[in-house]
DNA sequence: GGGCTGACTGACG
DNA sequence: ACGTCAGCCAGCC
């Protein structure tokens, strides 16, 4: 397995319950800048101890193509979703390991 | 090696 | 605020 990838995951499992992150956030996080699209890609082979469903695009929607079962789990961490099925990211977006 | 796809993002109109 | 276009990166024909 890449290492850069077990970075990924090890990231992801730093964010809370009831807080989201951005594919761009967590690739940033990561240093690769404009590798957002690699960390869903990343996530796409989680293990089921990496919490993926705290991770939404960068406009706090879910890009999945039915992501009713990610909605759920974060509805049921506290999470709110707006009329149009986002979320607040100004709200629940996790500032990352390290607030600045 | 060449080309396509996808769990993205920023810039434009 | 929304729809569209182009750029990026890794994986799979």
């Given at each position: 397995m890449n290492k850069h990838f077990e970075s990924v995951y090890a990231l992801v499992r730093q964010?809370?319950?009831g807080k989201v992150a951005s594919y761009g956030q967590i690739a940033r996080w990561l240093g690769w800048e404009r590798g957002a699209r690699t960390v869903g890609w990343a996530l796409r082979s989680a293990?089921?101890?990496?919490?993926?469903?705290?991770v939404v695009n960068g406009r706090g929607?879910?890009?999945?193509?039915?992501g009713t079962e990610q909605r759920l789990r974060l509805e049921a961490e506290g999470v709110d979703f707006d009329a149009l099925g986002r979320i607040n990211l100004e709200d629940y977006g996790f500032d990352g390991p390290v607030t600045l």
């Open positions: 964010v809370p319950a293990p089921a101890d990496v919490p993926w469903h705290r929607g879910i890009s999945l193509f039915d």
